[in-house]
Structure formats: C-alpha cells, structure tokens
C-alpha cells in the first residue's frame, strides 16, 4: 500500500462517529486548558487519562493528542486579550498579541494566530506522516544499547535547556528516576521499596501520581491567585484582517511552520524554545522591526506558527522509536502501554490503525479547532470568567473519579494527594514538574534496555560505545549544536526562557 | 457560562462512565436479574475478579466472557479489576472471600509462576477450577534467513554452542519465558534468555539482535505473512488458528507442552451444584459465535475444559513450571 493508501485507511478510522466524538473532547478541553491560564497542556492530559481506559487504543490516542494541540491554539487567546499566557509556549504572543488587542485590532490578532495555528498543525502532521514510515525502518536498527545513549542524552539536554536552575531540574529528573524503582524489578522480579507490601509490588500508579504531581498541585497554585482576570471582549465582525496584515503575516506563518517544524526535535521544551526563535526572527527580517513590541502582526503569526508546528515532530520519536521526548508525549507513551501497543519501529507494521487514525484525526482536529477557536473565541474568553471557586471543587471530583476509576484503588487516591501536596511545595520552591514526569516515565525503560544490552553482549560495557551508538551520539550532538547556534545567532537564550517561566 | 460549566461537568460524566462503570452496565443491561427462589446464583451478581488491569489483553478476554456467561445466568456478571504482583493480589482477595458461587477469578498460569517465584502465600489446590476457557500458545520464530529449518537444527546447534543463542520473551517470569527455558534445557542446551516487554522482542528478532524468540502468534503474525520470520514450532500441542501448519515442539520430538491458559477458579469450599452451573454457562459463553470472534479480535484461542480434564492440567503445568522456576533460579544464583 502506498502512503497514501495508509492514509485513506487512517481516515477510515478518524472518520468513525466515536473517533470524532473522542478528537472533539480532546480538542476542545486542550483549547480550555489553554485558555485558563494555570492549567497547561499536560495537566489537561493527565486529567482525561483515565477515560482513555475504556476506550480502543487509537481512540484514546486520538484524544490525547487533541488535547496536546488543541491546547497550542488555546493559549493565544489568553495572551492576546489578558496578556496572561494560557501556557508556557504563548509568552511571547502576549507582547504584540495584546498590544494589538489595546488598539482595538483583538480580531484580527486571533484570527491569524488561529489561521497560523492551523498552517503550522497541518504541515507540521505532513511532515510526521511522510518521515516517520522511512525513519521506522532506520529505527528498527536501533539496539537497546542505542536507546541508552539517546534516553541520557535527552535528559542532559532538558536540564541544560529548560527554563529555572538546572540543579533543580536536574534533581527533578533523579528524583522521577528514583521514584520510578519501586516496585518488583521487572528483569528478575526482585521487590524493590516495597516494604513487603503486596500493593507496592507494581510501583505507584502512573496516572495517580501525574494527576497529583501535575493536576493537583497546578490547581494548588492557581488557588493563590484571587484577581479577577479582566479581558479584551473583540467584535467578531472585527475578525477579518485587513490586506496589510496578511501580507505581512504570509512570511512569518512561513518561517515559523519551518522553525516549529525543526525545532520540534529538542527535547524538553522544543515548544517553548521554537516560539523565541521564530519571534527573534521575525524581528530580524522585519522592514519595521520598530513595530515590534507596538502591535506588529507578524510578532504574533511567526510564534503562534511555530509552537504548533511542533506537535508533529514532537511524535516522530514516540512514534517511530518508541522514545518520548517531550512530556507531552510521555503521557501518551504511557497510556498506550496500559493498552498493550508499544510505539516503536514495528507500531506502523503491527497497528497501522494507530499511526495511520492518529495522524489522519491530527489533519481532523486542525480544521476543528479552526472553527472553534474563530467562531466560538468569545465562549472560550468568557470561560475567564469563572471563578476558581467553582473550577477547584469540579476538577477536583473528576480527579478523583478519574483516579480511583482505573482500577478501584483507593490507596491511589492517597497517592494522589500526597504527590499533589508534594509537588505544590516542589513548584513553590522553583522545582518544576515536567522534568520529573518525563523522566519516570523513561526511567523504567531505560533501565530494562540498559540491562537488556548487557545481557546481549554477555555483559561488556563496550555495547554502549560501539560503532551504532557514536554515530547516534555524534549525529544528535552536531544537530544540537547547529540548532543553539541557530538560537544564538537570533537571540534566544536561556535567560531569556527563565524570565519567561517566570511570567 | 452555564454552558461551559455542563460541558465540565459532561467530561466528568464521561470520565466516571468510560473507566469503571462500563462493563458492569454493559453486564447489567444484557441480563435482568430473574427472581428465583434458593437456587444458585440468587439474584446477586457473580462477580469475576481480573489480575492484570483494566486495560490488558487478558481483562478484554474476560469481559468478553463476563457478557456471555451474564446472559446464560440471568444474573450480572461484573468485573472486578485487582491488579498487582503478578496476579497475586487478586488470587489473595478471592481466598478471603465466601465460597457461594458469586465470587471467581480469571486465573492463569500465573497462579503457578506467582506461587513458585514466592509472592503467593498458596497455590493452586486452594481453589475449585471450575473450566478452562482459552489458550494461547508460545510460537518459537527465528529470522526467514535465518539457518535453520527445523527445530531439531535450531536445538543441536543450541546444544553445540553453549551461551550463544540468545532467546527472546515477553518478560521475566512471563510463560514465554518459562516456555523457551523449559524447551532449551529439555535438550540440554544453554541459551541466554532476553527480557524483553511490550514486542520488542520481535523488533530484536527482525533487527538480528537475538537468534530466536519466543512470542504469542499475535506478536509475530505480520511478520511472518510478510516474509521477514519464520515459525519453527508451537510450544503446545493445542492447534492454533492462526499458524494451522506449524507443527508443535511435542509432534516434533521435545516434550514440551505449555501454552498459557486462561480460566475460571472458585474458592475452595463452593458446592459442586454450584460449580456445575458455573461450568455450563462457561461451557455455553465459550462455544458462542461471539467468543471466538473475539478471539480472533484480542488473539487467543477459545478451549473449553471441564473441572477434572482442567484440574488435571493445572497439575501437570504446576510441576513443570515448579521445575523451570527452579532450574531459572540456580542459573541465577550461579551466575553471580
């Protein structure tokens, strides 16, 4: 079958009345989570995890990604009309976002932010589609000794490039990797941190402790926050851009569709970063970089452009390897394990019906969110509105359900909370919890495959610095520095991110 | 406003509905409790106990089983999700409950392996086994290119070459493991077993990072019809639907039956009235059209037996995986 075949197919999967319905959710609670400021992506991830349970596996993964996107387009609106960034990747469209919006050009702001969104999104799903099928072949060549290196060497890189201290990210990640241990070994079935006890023989529950770490703690934080949030109301017959704005919109969605698409491979914060680099760019190539800061457009189309043609190439290495880069796609690593299908080189040959629906309902959700994000902004802008002492208490029960719901745990419950408290005192220390997340979700399997190389070359360590591993390390580590030099050269930088994290 | 509040409260719904309410509602609309007297099973639900989580392969089978024997019942049949330890903490919870009939367990082998490898404080004489319901049966695959076209090749050069041919399973522990570990030493030979989880021993076969693996026939099927791996043997002597020409390990002269078996278990103490009216609705689910539709959906292979042929099995399985658990242990032991 050719590509496009397979992707036929896929559509045959996306196109089903449920597949719909779960792509729908998905997408508009990523376009929710990305309105309110506070909840982000992945806390808007871990709190659906558990409805993926009793759903087909490319169902639930459908959903998840939804949420994953849909939340890159919703974070503009925030930006744009509160200048509060609904998450992490739309900073810098709150400075010409909301500038533009003070002028009374709100409309016109969103739309190309949403047009731009949705350029990205799609070429960005191109790219995934048409990369990953020839890469699966390369991948299968890649022996556990090579995941070794390539697991250390993404963990390096988060806690060198994210934003806040490194130390600290640092110790998030041997904190994730630690906590990842208990529980019975799982080469020799040897307990580990369990006391003796029976219900810690499988560690602690995955989805409880991202619910707590990540949903808990996020609303923890948000509950300090007591202004209300005032915010721009557009016009909607304001909405159509005016002739000059889509001329200087055109080469910014052009350039950031390309950086978000490059730049996707970073792990960590590839979303956040892409979004600096396209903004600096903009301003570099402007006619007017004088307008920059004032109201420029193109301030606005590049980075809202760029963080959503990251989503594609942030599933190349969950798709194609098996390996997830970024949390957002640990959270969906995991929950496709808990269905019995391993992403990996073999996904495309074993469930073709998972690759192949997820990207066709990834060119579904693009046009959904399109139509819900310029027609429906003003329902969106008024979720603002609600007060965080109705939001707490609702997101509170459905974490709750949603936790003890996979598998009748109250002990989960528990863990829930705990971790919830933990990680709000964490993050009040500057600690961030994405790091941790990612990695214990790697941790288990860069354990299994680091033990299954030893057991492979009959327990030489000369496995991880064979020929395949240096060329891994020595390919990625060029890449790396190319795309920093890229950085460098238009002006991003670590300290910029920092005061980004900060805001 | 209001409106986004319903939809919040809508995914709330959603949530509850999706995860654990389902397949009891599911259960419960497909068969109305029916108002008998004293008999058995009473107008109560009979719940059946799963061990490996509500989103495994295994809990799937038994919901498919749950709906059959729920309408041959007339009661319903609801899933009751215990995951943990291998399957030991479900089989602990079924031991502490009452032996009336309304509490079973989806029990595996790895009522053996758990027992054996210490974390099950008894083992399978402590339940009633009222009907094996499916198998499913380890396949051995090597590489198409690979030299050998025969088992007996593959065991004389394993033999030969202590140490050298590496094995992949599913996991530690899993019956692929057992499997391949019981075959290898039956012969005499020295393998090295790999670990691996989740396919990827497929994907290590395919790449040429191990010699052999040993996979259920879902793990290895597309593979094979592509050309790329080639089945040897099954490592049962049960038929399999999906490979009707592989010949099994027994046929081709290593003894060496062990497929992993699924059924339903009581515990100890349940009358036989009551056993015999769960072993025909058993009997009546698996033999459905339905079941083995969705046997070839999830991949396993319906093979109903009753409480003695059953018991019997379970017995002759107990030994032999005592024996491996063993052999795998000193190997350990002596390796450090």
Redesign the interface.
């Known amino acids: 079958m050719s590509a496009f075949d397979h992707l036929m197919s896929g559509f045959a999967v996306a196109l089903t009345w449920k597949s719909l319905l779960y792509c729908f ?1 998905g997408c ?2 990523g376009t ?1 989570v990305g309105v309110l400021p506070g909840l982000g992506p992945l806390a808007g991830m871990v709190l ?1 995890l ?6 087909d596996p490319a169902t639930g993964i459908i959903m998840l990604t939804g949420i994953f996107y849909g939340a890159m387009y919703g974070g503009s609106t925030t930006s744009i009309l509160v200048r509060i960034p609904g998450e992490a990747a739309s900073v810098v469209t709150c400075i010409d976002g909301y500038e533009m919006a003070r002028q009374g050009r709100a409309g016109p702001a969103l739309m190309i932010a949403a047009v731009g969104s949705f350029i990205g999104g799609t070429v960005s799903v191109l790219g995934l589609m048409l990369v990953t099928p020839p890469l699966a072949h390369v991948m ?2 890649i ?2 000794q090579v995941e070794v290196v390539l697991m250390l060497m993404a963990m390096c890189t988060i806690a060198f490039i994210s934003g806040g201290s490194r130390l600290k990210t640092a110790a998030m990640i041997v904190l994730g990797l630690a906590v990842g241990t208990i529980g ?1 070994d ?4 040897v307990p580990r941190f369990t006391f003796g006890n ?2 810690l ?2 560690g602690l529950s995955f989805t409880a402790l991202a619910i707590g770490l990540f949903g808990i703690s996020e609303i923890l934080i948000n509950l300090e926050k007591s202004e209300t949030i005032k915010a721009i109301q557009p016009k909607l017959k304001d909405l159509v851009p005016r002739w000059k704005d889509l001329k200087d919109s055109a080469p910014a969605v052009t350039r950031g569709t390309i950086i978000g698409f490059i730049f996707g491979i970073i792990p960590g914060v590839s979303h956040v970063v892409s979004t600096f680099v396209s903004y600096a760019i903009e301003k570099r190539f402007s006619k007017h970089p004088e307008e920059f800061g004032r109201g420029a457009i193109a301030g606005v189309a590049g980075p809202e452009t760029a963080n959503n043609a990251t989503t594609g190439t942030a599933m190349i290495p969950l798709l194609g390897l098996g390996i997830p880069s970024i949390p957002a796609t640990a959270i969906l690593l995991s929950a496709l ?4 299908v ?1 992403p ?3 996904l495309l ?2 469930h073709p019906e998972v690759f192949w629906g997820l990207v066709a309902s990834m060119y579904v959700g693009n046009v959904v969110l399109l139509i819900l994000n310029l027609p429906l902004v003003g ?1 969106f802008v ?2 603002l ?2 007060p965080y002492g ?2 707490v208490p ?2 509170l ?2 974490s709750t ?2 936790v ?5 745990n109250a002990a989960d419950v528990w863990i829930m909370v705990v971790s919830g408290g933990i990680g709000y005192i964490l993050r009040k220390f500057g600690y961030e919890m994405a790091p941790l997340l990612l990695a214990l979700v790697l941790g288990d399997r860069l354990e ?1 495959q680091f033990r ?1 190389a030893l ?2 070359s ?1 327990g030489s360590y000369a496995t991880f610095a064979d020929y395949s591993s240096l060329l891994v390390i020595a390919v990625v580590v060029t890449l790396l520095l190319i795309l920093q030099a890229l950085a460098w050269t238009f002006g991003y930088s670590k300290s910029i991110a920092d005061e980004a994290e900060r805001t | ?1 209001r ?3 319903r ?3 809508l ?2 719904a ?9 397949c009891q509602d599911e259960a419960a609309k497909s068969a109305k409790p029916k108002s008998s007297s004293s008999a058995f099973p009473d107008g109560k639900p009979v719940e059946m106990v799963t061990l490996f ?5 295994s809990t799937a089978t038994a919901r498919v089983l749950a709906d059959g024997m729920a309408k041959v019942l007339g009661v319903p049949v609801p899933i ?7 399957g ?2 479900g089989y ?1 919870y079924l031991s502490t409950q009452k032996p009336d009939g309304h509490s079973t367990v989806w029990s595996s082998n790895s009522i053996s392996t758990t027992f054996h ?1 210490g ?1 099950l404080p008894f083992d399978y004489k402590n339940f009633v086994h009222v009907a094996r319901v499916t198998v499913e049966n380890p396949a051995l695959a090597v590489k198409a290119d690979a030299p050998w076209k025969t088992l007996k090749e593959l065991m004389e050069y394993a033999k030969a070459n202590p ?1 050298k041919v ?1 094995v992949g399973n599913s ?3 899993s019956q692929t493991h057992i499997a391949s570990v019981a075959l290898f030493s039956s012969a005499g030979a020295k393998i ?1 077993p ?7 021993a ?3 076969l ?2 040429g ?2 010699e052999v693996a040993v996979q259920f026939p879902q ?1 290895v099927v ?2 094979v019809k ?1 050309g790329d791996l080639r089945v040897l043997a099954l490592l049962s002597s049960i038929p399999d639907p999906v490979f009707p020409d592989v010949k099994s390990a027994k046929a081709q002269g290593y003894n060496i039956d062990m497929p992993l078996w699924r059924g339903i278990a009581v515990p100890k103490g349940t009358s036989k009235a009551v056993v015999a009216k769960l072993q025909d609705a058993i009997k009546k689910a698996v033999e459905s059209p339905e079941f083995k539709d969705a046997g070839n959906k999830i991949g396993f292979t319906p093979a109903y037996q009753p409480t003695d042929a059953f018991t019997k099995m379970i017995a002759e399985d107990d030994k032999r995986t005592s024996e491996v658990i063993k052999e795998i242990k000193a190997a ?1 032991a002596a390796a450090k």
């Not at chain 1, 003890?404 to 009748?408: N, Q």
């Not at chain 2, 989580?53 to 392969?57: E, I």
């Open positions: 959710i508009f609670w929710i659906l558990p409805l993926t349970f009793g759903l299968l060549q022996g556990p019975l799982k080469l020799t079935g029976l219900g023989a499988d394990v808990m269905k019995g391993s990996g080189p073999l040959t074993e329902l008024n979720l509105r609600i109705w939001l609702t997101i029960v459905i359900i949603g003890y719901s996979v598998s009748s299994e299954t057991t492979m009959g | 406003m409106s986004s509040i939809r919040v409260a995914a709330a959603l949530t509850a509905m999706a995860s654990s309410g389902i989580g509500a989103a495994s392969a009751v999700d215990k995951p943990g330890a291998g030991a903490t602990v490898s974390q140490d590496r996991g530690q522990g090295i790999v670990h691996r989880t989740g396919g990827q497929t994907a290590d395919l790449a990072r191990i793990a597309p593979h592509s350990e």
